[in-house]
């Protein structure tokens, strides 16, 4: 059974930094193209950051390039997303996903997600 | 604004067959695959389309994608209450993935 857990999320000061984790099992993580998306509250879902299976391609939503950083360790079938100079509006669910198939890029499987919530 | 348009209601009565639109542009759904989600808040979103028609496994036969051009739809026949919650479409736009903004299905 497929299984992503996001953690590392919590309660953060504007300017600060975070880094969220997303453990996977169930599948052969170093085969899938992984993304992190999130929902901010009220709001509807929105991209963040994708990353390939070797990590040779990488791609960000505008809204936060240059200041977060997706990786992942296939040793540890683990992904990363590395979060600084956070605003309110990156208030928000985060999930992680795992692409349908391989080879695909998109959203399929995703994780229960975890809060972040930036506020002084 | 999300790039993608989608209408922000619909609805149907049990049993009815009812469609959901996604709109887009030749960056996004004009040459690239759709996708589609259902996503109750406070539960993680779950993927019902990809590749513009095809189901992953466990997704009833009811939920059906097409698209043509620059645009999409997701069917769902013999509509149950259990359908009842919000849906996304999504696509690939330029190095970037793309979203509707969502539309929330009411079962009457």
Redesign the interface.
């Known amino acids: 059974e497929v299984q992503l857990v996001e953690s590392g999320g919590g309660l953060i000061q504007p300017g600060g930094s975070l880094r969220l984790s997303c453990a996977a099992s169930g599948f052969s993580f170093s085969s899938y193209n992984m993304n992190w998306a999130r929902q901010a509250p009220g709001k509807g879902l929105e991209w963040v950051a994708y990353i390939s299976s070797s990590s040779s391609s990488i791609y960000y939503a505008d809204s936060v390039k240059g200041r977060f950083t997706i990786s992942r360790d296939n040793a540890k079938n683990s992904l990363y997303l590395e979060m600084k100079s956070l605003r309110a509006e990156d208030t928000a669910v985060y999930y992680c996903a795992r692409a349908p198939v391989e080879g695909d890029a998109g959203l399929g499987y995703w994780g229960q997600g975890t809060l972040v919530t930036v506020s002084s | 604004q999300?790039v993608l348009t989608q209408p922000p209601s619909a609805s149907g009565t049990p049993g009815q067959r009812v469609t959901i639109s996604c709109s887009g542009s030749s960056s996004n759904i004009g040459r690239n695959?759709v996708?589609w989600?259902q996503?109750l808040?406070g539960?993680?979103?779950?993927?019902i389309i990809?590749?513009n028609n095809?189901r992953?496994s466990g997704v009833p036969d009811r939920f059906s994608g097409s698209k043509s051009g620059t645009s999409a739809s997701l069917a769902i026949s013999g509509l149950r209450s259990e359908d009842e919650t919000d849906y996304?479409c999504?696509a690939?736009d330029d190095?970037?993935?793309?979203?509707?903004?969502?539309t929330k299905l009411t079962v009457l």
Do not use: C, E, N, T
């Open positions: 999300s695959y996708y989600y996503y808040p539960a993680a979103p779950k993927l990809y590749r095809q992953p996304y999504a690939w190095y970037s993935w793309v979203f509707g903004g969502g």
